[in-house]
């Protein structure tokens, strides 16, 4: 598998001294000590010339004598990502400008519905149209403002005005955000949806994908595309949706780049009843240029060893093997996302 | 495990030329791009005198050159199925009724529950009780019509009158499936109740097994059987509802089925908390009669891998393995629903 | 892995006869057909001198040869267990009082607020503190009494004496449990809270621990550690709220002791958000002495098969693997409930 599309991520942070453990997860607190440190350790030590599992503190040490500048190089070049599709809607300081990212590694851009629309001044609709039009797909953190759990239902206009009368700031009314997602449907790009586990003000159990089928019925007639992002620890589900809806993907991002080891059991899991055309490759990384590394090599290890034991077990053709492979590390997301062909890696990137 | 007693099924087409894909899954859109398909190709393919992982074109240009006959024929045989319990609930064109599909293997009826209200002119009560003189057991879909968040209590006289009353055509008033399920309990017949994925149809997040924890609990005292079909991706909390409650059992079926060779983990996920003694083999093949081999040659083939790797553990004892499979595969099938002993399949159907 | 800190458990029972079935699991019908049944042959039959998965009905003779006294002490010295936290919140006839079954084993004692706050006959607070004046801990099985999906606020004093006045008996009342939970954040020890399976009466869907979140969030700024009990099947969600809130723990006690060979298998999905310094060891154990034996023998050996496999796939270095199970076995435990060092188990205890 040369060939990965990240279609989902975010832009790396520029500073030379990062808190490693602050930035790796999305706890407030610093942690590096769980699976993922162990995979940043493990894939990530010698892209810094180091021992695999070398210690932390000689890593983040290792990290400050090279510089930012240099790791992020080392890092992008390291993870072979062929196009990334990064998400803008942050404004964390420290984060690169998409365009000076986009020196890093080919870059196209994802834009979030809720960062358009508490901005705009004037209509919604012409403001998401102008902020997409270099864009190849929008997304939404309604899980993280108002849940899931939603009313399925286009709003009025009634309903809007209403609720546009009392709104100010952070977009939070469930009104609202329904009223951005049926606009994004409206647009017609791929809408990507945050689900499953995230920062600790994400409400969990509002945040399983199953809570949108409703929504996911009433989109379907559209045919506009809605990739599931994330979705841990409810992936089965979202293989579910992917297997009913015909316009509906699971990304197993997030997800992977988490898990270390634990990616390929729960890669497997991802791989029950989704069909091989709706699950899609990201690394999620954020900030962190090791997360590119560790989201890409975790998912091209993981990914091996899950249909090595597959073909073991006779289930399938070597053919049909490496088929599955490049079309969920790349191929959906190039015909999802409209993205041309691209050179082939060069020969000496071995695995 | 040579005997394998099908708990839950439907009949078969008999038209010559079926859609594999629309079929096989219960996606309305038409699919065989995903682990079904996988195991369709590489279980099948042999019964139709190809390779195993033939194209799916070439197999079904085999199989129409064969006939729907023939290739039902073969498939009943290679699937070496005991005895079939089949739910006659569904009028899908296209089917072959119940007599003529008994020509095929041997058969016992289910009988669905909302099918038989639905239909009845006068007490449902009686309606019943006429319509299982020769089932062996009862089906209801209430997780379609209304979830299974329902009321867990018997709804009065006035309550099914008034709601009653209001109704015509298709059951979904909560009240009536409550209704139809006490019925059901009255009937004293197993019950088996949908619960977990299915079609795009079911809210998932309501067919949650747990949810019927309130009813089960008010069952128990009448120790008329409950069985939790297809139960994924809650198959551990039916795994505990089986442990805690007397008369509850879970069903590997369609799980089984539609998960190809991740149908091992899986299967392993049953068998933590569930009893032996209340896990039920079945195919809930619909249709197609390539699901009864697909089910039944998956099952063998991931359990016998499951049930190896728990000897190799050291976690049981050989007769105990057989035991437990002879059991899953059938005993329990045999005793629940006072099926009678069977001949053993001849000495040449090997595995 | 040596040293084990059991860091939930409760009493054994002192009859020479006890109903194995009956006391092995939650369920209230008796029940060794499953993997517990499995585990109890293979781990405890040695013990009384028996071959491995001798049959049921030979084990329990031999244990009533035995006697309860004989078998009990066997079984305490069988688990090695460095230090037992136990649960006195239970009256069951015929449990060893704490100061009797100190001389088995070291013991310390976690306090139930439940049955304290039951039998107070004043301030509920005054009766906390000096029940707890001994304890490293106190309980909470709110899960059983009104759900997890509680009202996360600390009730006001106006809300706690209304609904004091309509209260007698058992404790059920949403305000009252809360009331209870926000008295055990201010006296500041470890609050352990049952989540997930347990009981026929434990309402599984609202046992969830993602449930906890909004309660967990409110008791973050207060550093109040909070162990999320058994957690299966919802041991996913609990490793997330432990990666996301710093006082958050995840115990892998019932789960690892019901599921026998199977708690390889979920063991390692809890060691995938959770980060190593929140996960702890308990057996659970509950009136059959057996039950330390199975809780820590399957532990021991579903451990070193899983970081085994870990290391077999390059994830970390021998040294990470051996810190990691040191910890999750008795440091994280021992720092946790402040518990000092104790001696080192005599050098011919094995494995």
Chains 1, 2, 3 share one sequence.
């Not at 892209?47 to 040490?61: G, I, R």
């Not at 508490?118 to 993280?144: C, F, H, M, N, Q």
């Not at 399925?152 to 005005?161: I, S």
């Not at 490496?322 to 190039?334: E, F, K, L, M």
Request: hydrophobic fraction near 45%.
């Amino acid at each position: 598998m040369d060939v990965l599309i990240d279609q989902h991520c975010h832009s790396v942070l520029a500073d030379d001294d990062v808190d490693l453990g602050r930035w790796a997860t999305e706890a407030a607190h610093s942690t590096l000590d769980g699976q993922l440190g162990l995979a940043l350790r493990r894939w990530c030590a010698p892209v810094l010339d180091l021992e695999p599992h070398a210690p932390l503190a000689v890593y983040a040490a290792r990290r400050r004598e090279l510089g930012a500048a240099e790791v992020n190089r080392r890092m992008l070049a390291a993870a072979r990502l062929d196009t990334l599709l990064v998400d803008t809607g942050l404004d964390t300081p420290g984060l690169l400008p998409l365009a000076e990212f986009g020196r890093l590694a080919p870059v196209r851009e994802v834009v979030r519905l809720e960062h358009v629309a508490e901005r705009a001044t004037g209509d919604w609709s012409e403001a998401l149209y102008a902020a997409t039009r270099d864009a190849v797909a929008v997304k939404s953190i309604a899980a993280y403002r108002c849940g899931l759990d939603l009313d399925p239902r286009r709003p009025t206009a009634g309903d809007v005005r209403r609720a546009l009368a009392g709104h100010a700031g952070r977009l939070t009314d469930p009104v609202l955000v329904r009223h951005l997602l049926w606009l994004a449907v409206d647009l017609g790009l791929p809408i990507q949806l945050h689900t499953g586990f995230g920062d600790d003000d994400v409400p969990l159990a509002r945040a399983d994908p199953a809570l949108l089928q409703p929504w996911l019925a009433a989109v379907e007639p559209s045919c506009v595309p809605v990739v599931l992002l994330h979705c841990y620890p409810f992936h089965r589900q979202a293989g579910w949706l992917a297997q009913v809806f015909g316009n509906v993907y699971a990304d197993v991002g997030l997800t992977v780049g988490q898990l270390g080891t634990r990616a390929t059991a729960v890669l497997g899991e991802f791989c029950e009843l989704a069909p091989f055309d709706r699950l899609l490759f990201s690394t999620d990384a954020f900030g962190l240029a090791e997360l590119y590394v560790v989201g890409a090599a975790q998912f091209r290890h993981s990914w091996r060893i899950l249909v090595d034991g597959w073909l073991a077990d006779g289930a399938l053709s070597p053919a049909d093997a490496a088929a599955i492979g490049t079309r969920v590390g790349a191929d959906n997301a190039r015909c999802l996302y409209g993205l041309g062909q691209s050179d082939p890696p060069p020969a000496d990137m071995n695995e």
